[in-house]
């Protein structure tokens, strides 16, 4: 079935830098969600991305779909120690709620 | 309910015994679906209901695993005969249509 690969499966940054995790599908994706789960919790929406090319900022978030509905992309600008956690990217194939989840990406801050 | 309500929230239990899983989705979501998280994981999917439809259980590991939910209410997912290779995080989700997830805190479980 389709799948979503995400990377990096690891990042450590100092606080105030920058992060960025991506999400790539070998195959054209209807849409693709955004969830965030702190250490000891348990995932919570972000953000849903519908349209080809679109970019959607919450604060210090800001998430791209690509062109070609093929990846996707958030970026996190001057990261604080309350962004740690894991992000995942999901999606849902056409004319199904069921959401397939990338491996996710772990940040840590170091204040 | 205001969110989607996990019982128990901790549980050990021994190997070979079985053990039930409990979710109460948000009120009027339609949509229900259960995820393993194995600790420092991704998630699984394990099944999917939808309304009256037949659910979606394409990802249960074995027929060790079973769920039920009656009407668009609460589920429960039953491990029988459970392995050390169980012990996880199950996480509940409940959704309307378009698949957003408003997940529950998760039912840790732990097999000895």
């Known amino acids: 079935g389709q799948q979503v690969m995400q990377i990096p499966q690891y990042q450590h940054v100092q606080e105030g830098e920058d992060f960025t995790t991506y999400c790539n599908s070998s195959?054209?994706?209807?849409?693709i969600q955004w969830y965030k789960q702190r250490p000891g919790g348990h995932p919570v929406f972000l953000i849903q991305?519908?349209?080809?090319?679109e970019v959607k900022k919450q604060k210090r978030l800001t998430f791209q779909f690509g062109e070609a509905k093929k990846n996707s992309s958030l970026h996190i600008t001057a990261t604080q120690t309350t962004d740690v956690g894991t992000y995942f990217c999901?999606?849902?194939?056409?004319?199904?709620?069921?959401?397939?989840f990338g491996k996710g990406t772990k940040l840590s801050v170091i204040p | 309910g205001a969110g989607v309500s996990q019982s128990p929230s901790n549980k050990v239990t021994e190997k070979g015994k079985d053990v039930e899983l409990r979710c109460d989705p948000i009120?009027?979501?339609?949509?229900l679906y259960w995820y393993r998280q194995r600790l420092g994981q991704g998630l699984e999917f394990l099944i999917y209901?939808?309304?009256?439809?037949?659910?979606?259980k394409s990802g249960l590991p074995s027929d060790r695993f079973s769920a039920e939910r009656t009407g668009e209410s609460v589920s429960t997912l039953t491990i029988q005969r459970t392995q050390q290779e169980d012990s996880a995080v199950y996480l509940c989700?409940?959704?309307?249509?378009?698949?957003?997830?408003?997940f529950g805190s998760g039912t840790r479980l732990t097999v000895v």
């Open positions: 989700a409940s959704s309307l249509a378009q698949g957003v997830y408003t």
């Open positions: 195959t054209t994706l209807s849409n």
């Open positions: 991305l519908v349209k080809s090319g």
């Open positions: 999901a999606f849902s194939g056409a004319g199904s709620y069921q959401l397939t």
């Open positions: 009120s009027g979501h339609t949509a």
């Open positions: 209901f939808q309304g009256n439809s037949a659910p979606d």
